[in-house]
């Protein structure tokens, strides 16, 4: 755990008993939320945050979060089990914070994440506290993350009565979406249908995670998924922001900088095992999305380590 993560742990213990999560997040951004929408009444609060590059010590928070990756760098890592993930969230990624557990944050660019915070005491009321009792970041929830970018959407926009009650409406379907059970990774709720689904959406997406160095083509995609490519491609891209390519390359880019960090493997090897043609292909898409050669980044990695 970092060191400023666990100085926070113990300098928010007072504190976290009399500030709410957008008390606490705001303390540590140093800044207040771009926008926020809440009602103290039912027991939530939606805000929206933009930050830059550095690492941030979030000490526990008194009610869950449920966080989507709006826009930004996709390079946001989380620390867990004493360092920092293999993977990254992306724009259209959710991140799942359980109540009174501290979280640190590793951000390689500008963040931009909205922020769902539903009191404890609903949750209990509802007997639904256990699926928010632990972390889960960035996993793949495309209704949720469609319907917190229409909110925002419509929060944007001049204001009209009748906007209000939309508005209203959509927190309500967000909160009934979380509420019921935001499918685990690897097992969504939703059964498959003849049409396009967010079941199968998911599978794809969790077949890319699971072996990012398969060829994983766009027409194989698509035929799990049971549509036409280009149909898929626009599917896709509207749910996580990237297209079927690019999920496919930042799966495997994110893997690479594991492995980097982690094993002795040589370039030609590591390049070799992730799918890649060949390692000058390697060489220049790992430079693209990190902004440094693979061995720049091993030899920083094992420097800080």
Same mark, same amino acid.
């Given at each position: 755990?970092?060191?400023?993560?666990?100085?926070?742990?113990?300098? !928010? %213990?007072?504190?976290?008993?009399?500030?709410?999560?957008?008390? $606490? $997040?705001?303390?540590?951004?140093?800044?207040?939320?771009?926008?926020?929408?809440?009602?103290?009444?039912?027991? @939530?609060?939606?805000?929206?945050?933009?930050?830059?590059?550095?690492? /941030?010590?979030?000490?526990?928070?008194?009610?869950?979060?449920? $966080?989507? *990756?709006?826009?930004?760098?996709?390079? &946001?890592?989380?620390?867990?089990?004493? +360092?920092?993930?293999?993977?990254? !969230?992306?724009?259209?990624?959710?991140?799942?914070?359980?109540?009174?557990?501290?979280?640190? @944050?590793?951000?390689?660019?500008?963040?931009?994440?909205?922020?769902?915070? &539903?009191?404890?005491? &609903?949750?209990?009321? #509802?007997?639904?506290?256990?699926?928010? +009792?632990?972390m889960r970041f960035a996993f793949t929830d495309p209704l949720g993350?469609?319907?917190?970018?229409?909110?925002?959407?419509?929060? /944007?926009?001049?204001? %009209?009565?009748?906007?209000?009650?939309?508005?209203?409406?959509?927190?309500?379907?967000?909160?009934? *979406?979380?509420?019921?059970?935001?499918?685990?990774?690897?097992?969504?709720? #939703?059964?498959?249908? !003849?049409?396009? +689904?967010? /079941?199968?959406?998911?599978?794809?997406?969790?077949?890319?995670?699971?072996h990012p160095e398969h060829e994983h083509s766009l027409e194989q995609?698509?035929?799990?998924?049971?549509?036409?490519? +280009? *149909?898929?491609?626009?599917?896709?891209?509207?749910?996580?922001? $990237?297209?079927?390519?690019?999920? &496919?390359?930042? %799966?495997?880019?994110?893997?690479?900088?594991?492995?980097?960090?982690?094993?002795?493997?040589?370039? %030609?090897?590591?390049?070799?095992?992730?799918?890649?043609?060949?390692?000058?292909?390697?060489?220049?898409?790992?430079r693209a999305y990190a902004g440094r050669t693979p061995s720049d980044?091993?030899? *920083?990695?094992?420097?800080?380590?």
């Amino acid at each position: 755990m970092p060191k400023q993560l666990e100085r926070e742990k113990d300098a !928010s %213990a007072t504190a976290q008993k009399v500030w709410d999560n957008k008390a $606490i $997040i705001c303390d540590v951004l140093g800044r207040p939320p771009e926008m926020e929408l809440g009602s103290l009444g039912d027991g @939530w609060s939606l805000c929206r945050w933009r930050q830059f590059v550095g690492s /941030y010590a979030l000490p526990p928070v008194p009610d869950p979060i449920f $966080i989507v *990756h709006i826009a930004g760098k996709p390079r &946001v890592k989380t620390w867990e089990r004493g +360092s920092w993930t293999e993977t990254h !969230s992306i724009p259209g990624c959710a991140t799942i914070v359980p109540a009174g557990m501290p979280t640190g @944050w590793l951000v390689d660019g500008e963040l931009d994440v909205v922020t769902l915070s &539903v009191s404890s005491e &609903v949750l209990k009321t #509802a007997s639904l506290s256990d699926q928010f +009792s632990k972390m889960r970041f960035a996993f793949t929830d495309p209704l949720g993350v469609a319907l917190t970018r229409q909110i925002l959407a419509e929060l /944007y926009a001049p204001h %009209a009565d009748e906007r209000e009650a939309y508005v209203s409406a959509m927190v309500g379907a967000l909160k009934a *979406h979380i509420l019921s059970g935001v499918p685990a990774q690897g097992k969504p709720l #939703a059964i498959p249908t !003849s049409d396009f +689904s967010a /079941y199968r959406l998911h599978k794809v997406m969790n077949a890319i995670l699971d072996h990012p160095e398969h060829e994983h083509s766009l027409e194989q995609m698509a035929a799990t998924a049971g549509v036409t490519p +280009s *149909h898929f491609c626009r599917v896709f891209k509207k749910a996580t922001g $990237i297209s079927p390519h690019q999920y &496919v390359m930042k %799966a495997r880019l994110d893997r690479a900088q594991h492995l980097l960090a982690q094993t002795d493997m040589t370039l %030609a090897a590591l390049s070799e095992s992730l799918g890649f043609t060949s390692q000058s292909h390697f060489s220049r898409a790992f430079r693209a999305y990190a902004g440094r050669t693979p061995s720049d980044f091993r030899q *920083h990695e094992q420097t800080i380590q």
